[in-house]
């Protein structure tokens, strides 16, 4: 069975500060996304990462994977107070039956001025 | 604003109660999905439809009984739930199985 774990679970930074929040997971899979989650809100599509060393960036957020170590990092740069949010890992493990998305706990990240 | 929309919003339910979640989307897609979100704990896969037919039920107890009757729709049926039913119940959708999932706001559902 997949597992996805990420680390930490609660994340409380200043502004201007960066930090890397971390994903890993137990079995083969090339596919990992990132969400984020505003309270009482959905679930919103950061990043897709669809390769070993794949690394994408959007603006303070960037994202890699390294899919022989099983792990992806979200890397935020200067956070802003906006980012505060629930940010979550999902890893799609391919099967016969089809796609399974497993998803972390998801790490909640607050900025504080 | 995803394109997945989901009614209604909010819902408080009686355990003898029968209501339905619906989720709409008109992206084309030919996958959905319901997901459950407790607090606490991570997001869990209920249902998996890809075109109209169910390819995934995850020990989901019979009290929660999925509809599709095509590709832009799916329901959640709700029957005698349980208090530890209540929970945000996320509708999602793919353009394929195995492509990024784009989800709807959710229906906060509590069981009382």
């Known amino acids: 069975e997949l597992k996805v774990e990420q680390n930490p679970l609660f994340l409380s930074m200043q502004e201007g500060k960066n930090y890397t929040i971390y994903c890993n997971y137990s079995?083969?899979?090339?596919?990992l996304y990132w969400y984020r989650q505003d309270p009482g809100k959905s679930l919103e599509s950061l990043f897709v990462?669809?390769?070993?060393?794949a690394v994408k960036q959007e603006g303070r957020l960037m994202a890699s994977l390294d899919t022989k170590a099983r792990l992806s990092t979200l890397h935020i740069t200067a956070a802003v107070h906006d980012l505060s949010a629930t940010y979550f890992c999902a890893v799609d493990s391919l099967r016969t039956s089809g796609s399974r998305l497993t998803f972390g706990e998801g790490t909640q990240l607050t900025v504080n001025p | 604003e995803t394109g997945v929309t989901q009614t209604p919003r909010h819902l408080v339910m009686g355990m003898t109660n029968k209501k339905s979640l619906k989720c709409e989307q008109h992206?084309?897609?030919?996958?959905m999905y319901w997901y459950k979100q407790s607090a606490k704990k991570p997001l869990e896969l209920m249902f998996v439809?890809?075109?109209?037919?169910?390819?995934e039920n995850n020990s989901v107890p019979s009290r929660f009984s999925p509809e599709c009757p095509n590709s832009s729709h799916l329901f959640l049926h709700l029957h005698t739930l349980q208090p530890e039913d209540s929970a945000l119940y996320l509708c999602a959708s793919s353009r394929e199985l195995n492509t990024e999932a784009f989800f709807g706001q959710g229906t906060r559902l509590t069981v009382v």
């Open positions: 079995t083969t899979s090339d596919r």
């Open positions: 439809y890809n075109f109209k037919e169910q390819t």
């Open positions: 990462l669809l390769s070993n060393g």
């Open positions: 992206l084309g897609h030919n996958a």
